[in-house]
């Protein structure tokens, strides 16, 4: 445990002295509500969710029942606007703009590096080892300068697909002189356990998740970042008064509720990501893939633009990634339904 680590000590002297916006819904969410300028009269149509009235600034409902989710308490639970959100509101609170670096992974998720230079942060970066796709410890904390002040790992990876050895993340939450970010957006695809539970040990550690994949939700754009207190308050300080809508609260328990059925959607996956390497093995112009603990694979195939090209002209969308580090002439491919997926091997073995 990184027990002399100080939150406060990397914290914009901003962001310590803000003054947030005071939400009315923060004070009274029922009785004859006339402090917040909403339309009396109600919505243009048919409105079972009270539409005319502002969402819980807070989500408490919400974060309680993530929070027992992940087995976690509602205080170390935030909810955002996608994991984007989420890393967007680390940067403001622990990033000067112009002054302070960050530390990436390559090849990895591109909007760390896009939303560090939204906020003129520069960005160091530390190849994943070539053949493992694993994180290079030592060379990570060689790289560190005073100025470093968030390490991002994503793990499962993507594009890579691979989980991070569990000793080599715990080195660098232990090690690492700032926040590190452990981004599980396809966590449930996995076998290793989630590092959310962790938070309440490392007062450095920021887990990102999303409803996105494993629950089906992209639509809704629900992120989820667990962490110490300290840091979740500072997020709550700093994210826009209502960022999170009643819709997607409304939608996001009623995915939570029925988390049984997610269960069921992640083994169906499981097994047709298996089914899918099999049938993209017996490919002659496949040349490797790779290990995923996710709900994609990542292929190494002859001439991949010309193939990524000739799908998207038969309305098959994968996404090329030869332009990444360590990952030339790979596609990267989502897993499909059954139906799906034999459509594109087919497509495939047309195209050879």
Known sequence: ??????????????????????????????????????????????DESDLHRYPDPSQKKLRQLIAEWRGVRKENTFVGVGSDEGIDLLFR???RPGKDRVLTVPPTYGMYTVSANIHDIAIDEVLLDEETFQPRVEAILDTVTPETKILFLCSPNNPTGNTFEADKIEQLVKKFPGIVVVDEAYIDFSDQESWASHVATYPNLVVLQTMSKSLGLAGIRLGISYAQEEIINYMMKVKAPYNINKPTAELAIEGLENWRTVEFHIEAIKKERKQLRNKLEELNHVEHIYPSDANFLLVKIDNARTIYQQLAKRDIIVRYRGNEPHCDSCLRITVGTPDENERLITALKEIA
Not at 10 to 38: C, K, M, W
């Open 1 to 46: 445990m990184n027990s002399s680590f100080n939150i406060e000590s990397f914290v914009r002297p901003n962001i310590q002295q803000l003054t947030p916006y005071h939400s009315a819904r923060e004070d009274f969410e029922e009785g004859l509500l006339l402090d917040a300028n909403e339309n009396s009269l109600g919505a243009p149509f048919t």
């Open 93 to 95: 609170i622990f990033c």
